[in-house]
C-alpha cells in the first residue's frame, strides 16, 4: 500500500498536455527478469568533518596513468546494468551541503597543492579520481556531480588525462556526453543555469508519466507493486527494458519537509510553457498531438530557443509574448536558488607551495556499503565521517546575509546592508589558497573582517544592478581584484553541463555581471 506521502502527492492537480490534446496511448514499460546481484555502490561521504574549517586536504596521488587512463575512484562499479539511484531524481532534495568549503587537495608525499589543467589548484573531493580518463563517459560525470552539488564541471575538466597522444577534450564536448545521457534516461538538469525553461526540458518533462513527476523520479512506477522500476540501457544509447530497483515508490519524495515542493516551480513553468505551445499549435492547424508543437515556425516559438530570436505577442492565444507569458510564471512560481558556482584562480605551483604550511595526511573515509531499499522515512544517508579535523580557510567566502553564521568563519555575519539574494553570482567570486596566516591590514581594501579574528581579510560590499546586496570577503588585495574581474574565456568556456538548448556549453559575460564587477572595482579604488 503507498504511503500517506504517496497518497497526497498523487492527490495533487497536476496535468501535462493541454485541453483538447489528443493522447497517444503510452506503452507498459517491459519488465526484465533481475540480472545476478551488482556491487554495492558506496554511501558517499564527503572526506571530513565541515565544522572543523579544513582548508586543505592530504591525500596519496597516484602516478599518472597512460595512454589517458584514469586513476581508480570509490564508484567504479557504475555501469549501465548498475545504474546509481541518484540519476533518476528529477529534482534535487534538501542540500545538506549548501555553504560548505571545499578544501583543496594536496599531495600526500610532497605537501604541495595539487594543479590541474591550466595550473589551477585542485579542489578535494572524495569521490573524484586524481585523473579522470579523457573518454570519461557522460554517465559518471552526471553521478558525480548529483553526489555533491558543490562539484563543477571545472573540477572534473582540471582533472582529465590528457597526454601527448591523446587529444584534450573539449569542454562543449564532455557537456554534450552528460546531456545525451540524461535524454536517454529523460531526466533534466538537476540544477540548470537557466529561469527560462528550455527546449530539452520542456521535452523531457513531456516524457514523463504524471506519476513520475508527482513522485520525483525518472525511474518507471509500479504503484500496485509499491516499486521503482530502474531501466536498463543497452550500448549506452537506448533502453532496453526495466528491473526491480528495490526503491519504494515514495524513495524520491521522503527527504522533504512537509508539504512536499513537488511539482517544483521550474516544472509547473516548463509544463505551462508546453501546454501553451501545444494550444498554439492546435489553432495554427499544426496538429492537437502532444508533439504537434514541434512543428511551430521560428517566429511563434520562443524567442530564447532560436538564434537571434525576437519576442513577439501571440494575438491568437493571449495578446503576450512567450517571454512575458513565462516572466509571469516565474513571479507566481519562482526557482529555486541555483547551486554556487566558484571561480578558482591560477595560482603558480612554486608560490601555493611557499605560503601552504604543512598539512596533516586524512585517513581515508570508510565507504559502506549503500543498501538500495530504504530503511526509514526521510532517512538520509551519512555524508561526513565523525573525526573532527583542522587546516586553513579558503582565501575567499562569501557573507550569505547579515546575521547568518558564515560557514567559513564560523561566526555572525554584521549587520549594514539589506540582502536580496543568498550568494552573489558565482562568476565574481574567487576560491584562492592564499593562508590567512597575517594580522596586517590590506591596504586600500576595504575594512578588516568580523568574520576573521586577528587575519588579513577584508570585506567588500557589491550591489548588482538589480539591487542584489552581498558581502565578499578576501584575504588579500590581489584576490579581491580577482573577485571584480571578469573571468577569462578559458574559465567561462563551460556552462557545467546544466543547460539543455541548442546554445549549451558555454555563456557569455554579460551586462550584468559586467558592471557589478565594475561597482566592485569602484568600491575597492575608494579603499572601501
Not at 601527448?164 to 534516461?185: G, H, S, Y
Not at 492546435?282 to 538564434?307: C, E, F, I, M, Q
Not at 570508510?366 to 538500495?372: E, I
Request: net charge positive; charged share 15%; glycine share 8%.
Amino acid at each position: 500500500m503507498a504511503s500517506h506521502r504517496v497518497q497526497h502527492q498523487l492527490a495533487k492537480q497536476l496535468e501535462i498536455n493541454a485541453a483538447g490534446t489528443a493522447l497517444v496511448a503510452t506503452p507498459r514499460p517491459t519488465t526484465l527478469q533481475n540480472p545476478t546481484p551488482q556491487q554495492p555502490f558506496p554511501t558517499y561521504h564527503i572526506g571530513y568533518n565541515p565544522l572543523s574549517n579544513v582548508g586543505r586536504v592530504a591525500q596519496a596521488i597516484p602516478p599518472r596513468p597512460a595512454n589517458g587512463h584514469g586513476s581508480a575512484h570509490p564508484f567504479e562499479m557504475l555501469a549501465e546494468e548498475n545504474l546509481h539511484p541518484v540519476l533518476f531524481r528529477l529534482e534535487p532534495g534538501p542540500d545538506r551541503l549548501h555553504g560548505v568549503p571545499v578544501p583543496l587537495l594536496v599531495d600526500q608525499a610532497t605537501g604541495l597543492i595539487e594543479h590541474g589543467n591550466g595550473g589551477r589548484p585542485l579542489r578535494f573531493f572524495s569521490h573524484l579520481p586524481r585523473w579522470i580518463a579523457a573518454n570519461v563517459s557522460g554517465m559518471l560525470m552526471e553521478l558525480w556531480i548529483r553526489l555533491d552539488p558543490r562539484v563543477e564541471m571545472s573540477d572534473i575538466i582540471d582533472r582529465v588525462n590528457a597526454q601527448a597522444q591523446v587529444k584534450m577534450p573539449r569542454a562543449n564536448t564532455l557537456i554534450m556526453r552528460r546531456i545525451r545521457f540524461r535524454e536517454i534516461i529523460n531526466v533534466p538538469a538537476l540544477s540548470p543555469g537557466r529561469q527560462m525553461p528550455t527546449a530539452n526540458e520542456v521535452q523531457l518533462i513531456g516524457n514523463l508519466s504524471r506519476e513520475q513527476i508527482l513522485l520525483n523520479t525518472a525511474m518507471a512506477v509500479d504503484l500496485a507493486g509499491n516499486r521503482l522500476l530502474q531501466p536498463r540501457l543497452v550500448n549506452g544509447k537506448t533502453i532496453l527494458g526495466y528491473i526491480d530497483s528495490g526503491l519504494a515508490v515514495d524513495h524520491y519524495i521522503a527527504d522533504f519537509c512537509l508539504p512536499i515542493p513537488i511539482p517544483s516551480g521550474r516544472m509547473v513553468v516548463s509544463l505551462e510553457l508546453r501546454k501553451r505551445l501545444q494550444t498554439l499549435a492546435r489553432r495554427r492547424g499544426l496538429g492537437n498531438t502532444p508533439t504537434d508543437y514541434h512543428k511551430l515556425s521560428r517566429d511563434l516559438a520562443p524567442s530564447w530557443w532560436v538564434k537571434k530570436g525576437e519576442a513577439r505577442p501571440m494575438a491568437d492565444l493571449d495578446g503576450k509574448s512567450h517571454e512575458e507569458f513565462v516572466g509571469d510564471l516565474l513571479g507566481q512560481h519562482p526557482p529555486a536558488t541555483a547551486r554556487a558556482r566558484v571561480r578558482r584562480p591560477v595560482l603558480p605551483s612554486a608560490a601555493a607551495a611557499a605560503t601552504v604550511p604543512p598539512t596533516l595526511p586524512l585517513p581515508a573515509a570508510p565507504m559502506v556499503p549503500m543498501q538500495p531499499p530504504r530503511t526509514s522515512a526521510g532517512a538520509a544517508p551519512p555524508i561526513f565521517p565523525p573525526t573532527p579535523l583542522s587546516g586553513a580557510r579558503n582565501a575567499a567566502a562569501l557573507f550569505h546575509c547579515p546575521g547568518q553564521a558564515n560557514a567559513a568563519s564560523g561566526t555572525a555575519v554584521p549587520a549594514g546592508a539589506t540582502v536580496n539574494s543568498g550568494l552573489i553570482d558565482p562568476r565574481l567570486l574567487v576560491a584562492a589558497s592564499t593562508t590567512m596566516a597575517t594580522s596586517s591590514a590590506v591596504p586600500g581594501v576595504g575594512g578588516l573582517s568580523a568574520g576573521a579574528s586577528g587575519a588579513g581579510v577584508r570585506r567588500f560590499h557589491v550591489v548588482t544592478p538589480t539591487g542584489t546586496s552581498n558581502y565578499v570577503e578576501a584575504a588579500t588585495a590581489e584576490a579581491a581584484r580577482q573577485v571584480a574581474r571578469p573571468a577569462s574565456s578559458s574559465q567561462t568556456a563551460a556552462d557545467h553541463g546544466n543547460r539543455s538548448d541548442p546554445g549549451a556549453g558555454g555563456y557569455v559575460w554579460g551586462e550584468e555581471e559586467a558592471r557589478a564587477a565594475r561597482y566592485l572595482r569602484e568600491f575597492i579604488a575608494r579603499g572601501g
